[in-house]
């Protein structure tokens, strides 16, 4: 057979195999950076609360009770509060500002119960707790956040999360340590922050922080938190002054910041985002002044909250207990 015959079967051999070369040329795929921490579902713009006071005062909680006296021997500057998983009726409890690196667990009395050294941490100025899920679903985790920075002078700042703890409970307080798991290290994409509000979204594993300061600004790190160095995206602005502790509920559908003075209180609708509740105006909660409240967090069936402070000489801390009506 002449070359001729054979010309138009090449010639459309030729054309089958440009027009694939061609389909695969036009796809790029572009790698995930995950170290950039990008925030979905619209959350990747910063949102400005309008709102302002007078806000509503709530019904539905009961003033406080006293339910004990911190120790002031040991809890000399009790800064974070949150309600084990583990242990219900128990809560964790920490220092702040260069006390030792060691976590508490206490009773609903205030009475401590356990204390666990945390290795592998430095206490440079832990200002917040929160309880909550992680990596594992057949545990509950405790993250301990490194988060003050008085002169804003951090570059970094840490959020150590282990396991919640084994505990033998008996008459004496039960001491051991416990390594920490993972090290979640970061940096604020617009500069040094001080913050001492931290929030798990037990819905999404999600980690807000609230920043102290004229305005709160409001920070998230999705999960899975990157293992590396990252930084945490600023979603939202609210006009609170120097907001000093958080809380979500257990089951998600609540929200609590504080200040040294007020309790700011969201109920989150069925889907909506954390940011999306905060930038609704909030109602105010019943709260017994305390002398450097810093501490706030939900009961686990979310029946009531609980607050405490700084132990201020002469006067000793209380745990303050806010049931729901």
Known sequence: MKLKHFLPIILAVVAIWTSSCSK?????VTPVDTTKNIVPNGDDTTAVASYTPPFTNDVNFYPGDRRGDMSKDTLVEAS????SRKYPGFFWTENDSGNPNDVFLIDSNAHVRAIFTITNSTNRDWEDLACGPGPDASKS????GEIGDNNNANGTSTIYRIP???????????????PVEKAITFKYADGSHNAESLMIDPATKDIYIASKGSVANIYVARYPQPDTLFTMKKIGQLPFVKLTAGDISPDGSEILLKNTSTIYYWKRAAGESVLGALLRAPMLEP???ETQGESICWTLSADAYYTTSEYNAPTISGLWKYKRK
């Open 24 to 28: 695969k040329s036009d796809t790029i």
């Open 80 to 83: 974070g509060l949150c309600a």
């Open 141 to 144: 985790y405790l993250y301990i």
């Open 164 to 178: 919640e703890p084994d505990v033998t409970f008996s008459n004496a307080t039960y001491i051991a340590s416990v």
């Open 287 to 289: 709260y017994t002044l």
